[in-house]
């Protein structure tokens, strides 16, 4: 069987479009839709089924890509490394959210870039679930930090740690709350009325952090719309410490500043709002000595960020 075809084949099955496999690859649409026609022929089975946006694989298009695809990126990764010599560097692409992967992750990883004979390049890129689980499948990262679980049996994700979100805002909105109801009395009650006019920092106009907690703590939808909105968590938090307003942050973010009193937690629930975070890769993959050791070692120090 042609390798051409298969690599044509997995990033089709990948892209879940001839369109963004062409470009991905390089080639037109017409030669890979050729070339897929090609390779069902030989197979006598039908590979994909066409639809009006994208194509989705048959039972046999995912046997074989789950077959076919550790090897051929085993294949492309001796290509890009080489034979000969034997002193250089492999290289891992992380991709993942900012916050989180440069908080947490590339500080763990950058213990495995020495040259001790193990170590490895690294390169990071940043995204959304979306935009990096889309990128690990068409091969353009070895290692995906997710807030989604993928679908499909040509992605596998391993639970890497829970992430507990806290609200806090400036002590100086201490006063202004409630007409003086002081904050320490509030965790006992599940209420938000006290927090209702004070303005919102956050990441998008959807709120996604400040819904998620209002929905999750008291059972109902924030009043107030986003008055700061910032796309990367740390600026969130710089601006609550400027007294902008109040933000919902994961606690290994604000840990620092709640200890120095640069802001304070509003509210202390029971059980606080939690989202997971998952560690994925292509699977195969794990085959590859310097993608397995980062993998292994991402696991082992999440258990201290739990």
């Not at 990883?109 to 990128?135: I, K």
Request: hydrophobic share 45%; aromatic share 6%.
């Amino acid at each position: 069987m042609d390798l051409a075809l298969l690599r044509t084949f997995v990033t089709v099955h990948r892209a879940g479009s001839f369109t963004r496999a062409a470009a991905l690859l390089g080639l037109s649409q017409p030669a890979v839709t050729s070339q897929i026609r090609t390779l069902e022929r030989q197979l006598g089975r039908p590979l994909f089924l066409r639809q009006a946006r994208g194509v989705t694989p048959t039972t046999i298009g995912d046997e074989l890509a789950h077959k076919a695809a550790p090897h051929l990126d085993a294949l492309v990764e001796i290509a890009e490394t080489g034979l000969d010599d034997e002193s250089s560097l492999r290289t891992l692409h992380l991709a993942g959210p900012p916050e989180f992967t440069a908080e947490r992750a590339l500080p763990a990883l950058t213990e495995l870039t020495g040259e001790d004979g193990q170590g490895f390049a690294l390169r990071a890129s940043f995204g959304n679930a979306e935009e990096t689980l889309e990128g690990l499948a068409a091969g353009h990262h070895d290692l995906a930090i997710t807030t989604a679980r993928p679908r499909g049996a040509l992605l596998t994700a391993s639970t890497l740690c829970d992430e507990e979100h806290v609200l806090v805002a400036a002590p100086s909105w201490v006063g202004r709350l409630d007409s003086g109801e002081a904050v320490e009395a509030l965790p006992a009650v599940k209420r938000a009325p006290a927090f209702e006019d004070v303005p919102v920092i956050e990441v998008h106009e959807s709120l996604p952090f400040v819904s998620r907690y209002w929905a999750s703590v008291f059972d109902s939808r924030p009043a107030a719309p986003g008055t700061v909105v910032v796309p990367d968590l740390r600026a969130v938090l710089a601006c609550a410490v400027a007294g902008a307003g109040l933000a919902v942050l994961p606690r290994y973010l604000c840990a620092a500043a709640l200890e120095r009193g640069d802001v304070i937690a509003l509210h202390e629930p029971p059980v606080p709002p939690l989202r997971t975070y998952f560690l994925v890769v292509r699977t195969g993959t794990l085959a590859m000595p310097h993608i397995a050791r980062a993998h292994e070692w991402l696991l082992r120090a999440a258990a201290d960020w739990c």
